[in-house]
């Protein structure tokens, strides 16, 4: 910022080269899980540097967050209706007349939509209705009119995001519905968030090519060789207490099979959890595990009826 030799002032901002999250939704549709908390960890860390700073967005809503595509970044953008949160013991500044309206009501928190006194967990109510519709593109409340936008804001109770989108991750589904707290003392702060969403850098995070290769950066080899090292110790223990008397044969047939049929759960769970980080059940791993505990179940029958 400055001034010409004419006395002209300017200002310069930073040139971002892609959409507006608004316009990257419209085109692109609903984010994926991982780049949804990405986006809205970033966005939680610039409320959180603003908040620092003493200043309230009162905006926060998609079409105030640029996308830089090629440096898969989100900038929060259009402070134009930001407020200087109050020093310590002073009454917050208020920078509308009453009944003005400063921001959309599909973004405003409890708070705005009572024109009551707006402080920086107002900022963390609109962030989580952006959650909502960057993952569902839904809001959390059904209303067909303004003043039922308005009460449902005031008092209705936000849906599920996992009912308008099952695949949610679920910790971004908990942190996202404390966001929408009625109550502003309730709902997590900034940097709280922005920590909460962040995910730890992996350096080996890109998934190898080759199918030998993805299973041993899954490592399948370590789970199954443990599996396998350990289950054969006590098959030999039940075969040692077999031979000497104290279990039947039934037991022996019993452990080996269930021995064999370890092998491919071990081999499933090593696959979908074996790398570090956030696990997340897959419906195909819950469909390979009930298939072959129904093997398993067919087999013990069928012994008990030979």
Same mark, same amino acid.
């Not at 959180?48 to 700073?53: L, N, Q």
């Not at 956030?278 to 469909?287: A, D, I, S, Y």
């Given at each position: 910022?400055?001034?010409?030799?004419?006395?002209?002032?300017?200002?310069?901002?930073?040139?971002?080269?892609?959409p507006s999250m608004a316009d990257k939704l419209r085109?692109?549709?609903?984010?994926?899980?991982?780049?949804?908390?990405?986006?809205?960890?970033?966005?939680?860390?610039?409320?959180?540097?603003?908040?620092?700073?003493?200043?309230?967005?009162?905006?926060?809503?998609?079409?105030?967050?640029?996308?830089?595509?090629?440096?898969?970044?989100?900038?929060?953008?259009?402070?134009?209706?930001?407020?200087?949160?109050?020093?310590?013991?002073?009454?917050?500044?208020?920078?509308?007349?009453?009944? $003005?309206? !400063?921001?959309?009501?599909?973004?405003?928190?409890?708070?705005?939509?009572? %024109?009551? =006194?707006? #402080?920086?967990? +107002?900022?963390?109510?609109?962030?989580?209705?952006?959650?909502?519709?960057?993952?569902?593109?839904?809001?959390?409340?059904?209303?067909?009119?303004?003043?039922?936008?308005?009460?449902?804001?005031?008092?209705?109770?936000?849906?599920?995001?996992?009912?308008?989108?099952?695949?949610?991750?679920?910790?971004?589904?908990?942190?996202?519905?404390?966001?929408?707290?009625?109550?502003?003392?309730?709902?997590?702060?900034?940097s709280h968030i922005a920590d909460k969403l962040r995910?730890?850098?992996?350096?080996?995070?890109?998934?190898?090519?080759?199918?030998?290769?993805?299973?041993?950066?899954?490592?399948?080899?370590?789970?199954?060789?443990?599996?396998?090292?350990?289950?054969?110790?006590?098959? $030999?223990? !039940?075969?040692?207490?077999?031979?000497?008397?104290?279990?039947?044969?039934? %037991?022996? =047939?019993? #452990?080996?099979? +269930?021995?064999?049929?370890?092998?491919?759960?071990?081999?499933?769970?090593?696959?979908?959890?074996?790398?570090?980080?956030?696990?997340?059940?897959?419906?195909?791993?819950?469909?390979?595990?009930?298939?072959?505990?129904?093997?398993?179940?067919?087999?013990?029958?069928?012994?008990?009826?030979?």
């Amino acid at each position: 910022a400055g001034s010409l030799s004419n006395g002209l002032p300017y200002f310069v901002m930073q040139y971002v080269d892609g959409p507006s999250m608004a316009d990257k939704l419209r085109v692109e549709g609903r984010l994926a899980n991982e780049q949804a908390r990405l986006f809205l960890a970033q966005v939680a860390s610039a409320l959180a540097s603003a908040h620092r700073r003493g200043i309230v967005h009162r905006d926060v809503q998609p079409a105030n967050i640029l996308c830089d595509e090629e440096g898969r970044r989100c900038l929060l953008t259009d402070f134009g209706i930001a407020a200087i949160l109050a020093k310590a013991g002073e009454r917050p500044p208020k920078i509308t007349i009453t009944g $003005e309206e !400063v921001t959309d009501p599909l973004w405003m928190s409890p708070e705005q939509a009572k %024109a009551q =006194v707006v #402080t920086e967990r +107002s900022d963390i109510y609109s962030l989580g209705l952006t959650g909502y519709q960057v993952l569902a593109e839904e809001s959390p409340y059904i209303w067909e009119t303004k003043p039922e936008l308005y009460t449902a804001h005031k008092e209705g109770q936000p849906r599920k995001l996992s009912e308008l989108r099952p695949d949610v991750d679920r910790d971004l589904e908990r942190v996202l519905t404390q966001c929408l707290a009625k109550e502003p003392r309730s709902r997590p702060s900034a940097s709280h968030i922005a920590d909460k969403l962040r995910l730890p850098p992996d350096p080996a995070a890109e998934e190898p090519e080759g199918l030998i290769a993805r299973l041993i950066w899954r490592r399948v080899p370590h789970w199954l060789g443990a599996y396998l090292a350990g289950g054969y110790a006590i098959v $030999e223990l !039940v075969q040692t207490l077999a031979a000497l008397g104290h279990l039947g044969e039934g %037991a022996v =047939v019993i #452990t080996l099979v +269930s021995y064999l049929l370890g092998a491919p759960v071990v081999t499933i769970l090593a696959w979908y959890h074996g790398r570090a980080g956030p696990q997340r059940v897959e419906r195909l791993e819950l469909w390979l595990l009930s298939a072959v505990a129904l093997i398993w179940l067919a087999v013990l029958v069928a012994i008990w009826l030979l």
